[in-house]
């Protein structure tokens, strides 16, 4: 039976993860990501709803700005390459041509790493594309682009590499000052050296 702190290692590692994949996903070559609700109690008003019932129960907003679709609502599943999507499927000129294309894959010929449930609606699709990020909704009705959650998962990244510098320059910091105590020891190990009374009868001689 696992113990709690081989299960909080665990989980600490799962998180790296996933913040390593969504780094990965909002920066770099093109690829797409899939996120979808965690399994939480809470959040079953937003499972499988579309946008319609969403503003209906006053969770989204006419100006699309959620309440509640936010990133931290959300687990990031699969991250994948768009250049292997496009090498295994024809006729991918538009954005739309693509998350049609991810639509298919993700219900028909699901990849063997692939633990999510097939891909439905209250589930989102982010692509990058050309340098540039963008988050899809999958609606009733084809997607709807939500920008808010693309600003989000941004802002997150940025403070989570703000965090990671911290963190990297705060270690840094404590290896010089451990050098320096280290140092100071030995200094004051030698001085003490020379005033033992060994050393001061072989002076002495």
Not at 73 to 92: F, I, P, Q, R
């Amino acid at each position: 039976m696992m113990s709690e702190k081989q299960r909080a290692a665990e989980n600490r590692d799962m998180a790296d993860k996933k913040q390593m994949q969504e780094m990965a996903l909002l920066s770099g070559a093109d690829k797409y990501g899939i996120y979808q609700l965690k399994d939480d109690p809470e959040l079953s008003r937003l499972r499988f709803k579309g946008t319609w019932s969403l503003k209906q129960a006053g969770i989204l907003k006419e100006n699309a700005e959620a309440v509640a679709v936010k990133p931290e609502n959300y687990d990031l599943v699969y991250v994948g390459d768009l250049s292997e999507l496009k090498a295994k499927t024809a006729g991918l000129y538009t954005q739309e041509d693509t998350l049609h294309a991810l639509f298919e894959e993700f219900n028909i010929y699901q990849p063997g790493d692939y633990t999510g449930h097939p891909l439905s609606v209250g589930d989102i699709v982010v692509l990058r594309e050309e340098g540039k990020n963008s988050a899809h909704y999958v609606d009733t009705t084809g997607y709807t682009e939500m920008p808010h959650f693309i600003r989000m998962l941004q802002n997150r990244k940025k403070k989570e590499q703000e965090t990671d510098r911290a963190r990297s320059e705060g270690r840094q910091m404590r290896k010089e000052s451990l050098r320096e105590k280290l140092a100071e020891r030995k200094d004051l190990a030698a001085d003490a050296g020379k005033n033992h009374p060994a050393k001061k009868q072989e002076r002495s001689l």
